[in-house]
């Protein structure tokens, strides 16, 4: 199982980034998808969840009507899409299914003048 997150980097508040993850060695299309984060000196903190279809998303409170999580089962890939970023998103992010113990490597994400 391989999980690779990209699309990082550093925006400014009130910015925009779409972070992206590519899964394999696992069936993709079967498993429910997660986006974590975890800033410096904190846990690591469920951002947001999409079902294997893509029905049905649910996020964290502190994100909710400005990330959306989406994917690509033809493609493997699962996505954030994160607009009016705040200083306190600042975090590394990570993609992740319960059912492997298997982290990536994350994408850094930094909100600051």
């Known amino acids: 199982v391989q999980l690779v997150e990209s699309g990082g980097g550093l925006v400014q508040p009130g910015g925009s980034l779409r972070l992206s993850c590519s899964g394999s060695?696992?069936?993709?299309?079967?498993?429910?998808m997660r986006w974590y984060r975890q800033a410096p000196g904190k846990e690591r903190e469920l951002v947001a969840l999409i079902s294997s279809d893509g029905g049905y998303t649910n996020y964290a409170n502190s994100v909710k009507g400005r990330f959306t999580i989406s994917r690509d089962n033809a493609n493997n890939r699962v996505y954030l899409q994160m607009n009016s970023l705040k200083p306190e998103d600042t975090a590394v992010y990570y993609c992740k299914t319960l059912a492997f113990d298997s982290w990536g490597q994350g994408t850094q994400v930094t909100v600051s003048t």
């Open positions: 060695g696992f069936t993709f299309s079967s498993y429910v």
